[in-house]
């Protein structure tokens, strides 16, 4: 308190002068309309800017919550177009319809290894969310892997790029099936197999999920063809694709579960049997 004192003692003259100052600035812009006017427009100017550079400041710290925010809309988005194209019915279906056939969950890559010849990528969802073998992972842009195993709150996924990897898959132009691997060489391409001769076969022709199988809906995109060749019998293609993902940066992920995935097996072990 005492240095308080001192000061004001050591600066009385500067801070009477300063008073003095704002006190005749004051009443000035209180007897004139126009400095009135003036002064009004630059105080908002001047707090405008400073708001809007707090809320900037705001809006950066609350990033993580919006993209979750969207993360959550893109789910329900992609929930409701996989069960539109996988129904007889042609109209809209809200994500909480009891005869949707895929269920979305949205999940963060802990972990993502390309650079191995069998990779895999860790993730923030578990049993605890629903999540078992065998269900599908995608990104906005193409297919990622199958999910291998599970914990309680974490999963590990068989990425694409893993030479154990086999996925159905086929051309769009003409519908011909053939089987998607990995030769273990580039993160940038997949191979796809046992393509028929009788394909019509085009560099750029896309590559999109067969859907013969319980995990992955048919038409998920997976690449481009980039060059094929004719195997050594001469009755099939092997096909180079270049892939939709970037392998070696992938954030968020979608999780597929075919609602029908047991009543399926089911059927097909009675078959087998």
């Known amino acids: ?25 004051a ?59 996988t129904s007889k019915d042609t109209t809209f279906i809200d994500s909480s319809y009891t005869k949707s056939k895929y269920r979305v969950t949205t999940a963060e890559v802990y972990k993502n290894s390309y650079a191995s010849v069998n990779n895999y990528l860790t993730l923030n969802k578990g049993t605890n969310d629903g999540i078992a073998q065998d269900f599908g992972v995608i990104t906005s842009n193409g297919i990622v892997g199958i999910i291998d195993n599970t914990s309680k ?13 086999r996925i159905n898959a086929k051309l769009k132009a003409s519908n011909h099936i053939g089987s998607l691997t ?46 094929f060749d004719t195997d050594i019998s001469g009755d099939t293609y092997t096909i ?6 970037d392998m070696t940066n992938i954030g968020k992920v979608y999780i597929l579960e075919n609602l029908d995935r047991e009543e399926i097996r089911s059927l097909e072990n009675k078959t087998n049997d």
């Open 1 to 25: 308190m005492q240095q308080i004192f001192n000061f004001v003692i050591r600066n009385k003259t500067f801070l009477l002068f300063l008073l003095l100052f704002g006190t005749g600035l």
């Open 153 to 165: 709150n974490y999963s590990t996924t068989l990425s694409i790029l893993n030479k154990k990897s």
């Open 182 to 227: 990995w030769d273990g060489v580039s993160p940038e391409f997949v191979q796809l197999d046992d393509v028929s001769q009788f394909a019509n076969i085009k560099v750029g022709d896309t590559i999109l999920t067969g859907g013969e199988s319980s995990i992955f809906p048919k038409g998920i995109g997976i690449g481009t063809i980039a060059s």
């Open 240 to 245: 180079q694709v270049k892939l939709f993902n």
């Open 27 to 85: 009443l000035t812009i209180q007897s004139h309309s126009y400095h009135k006017s003036k002064f009004i427009n630059s105080a908002n100017v001047l707090t405008g800017g400073v708001y809007g550079t707090m809320n900037s400041v705001d809006q950066y710290f609350h990033l993580h919550t919006e993209n979750d925010i969207l993360a959550e809309e893109n789910r329900r988005l992609r929930e409701q177009l996989l069960n539109l194209y």
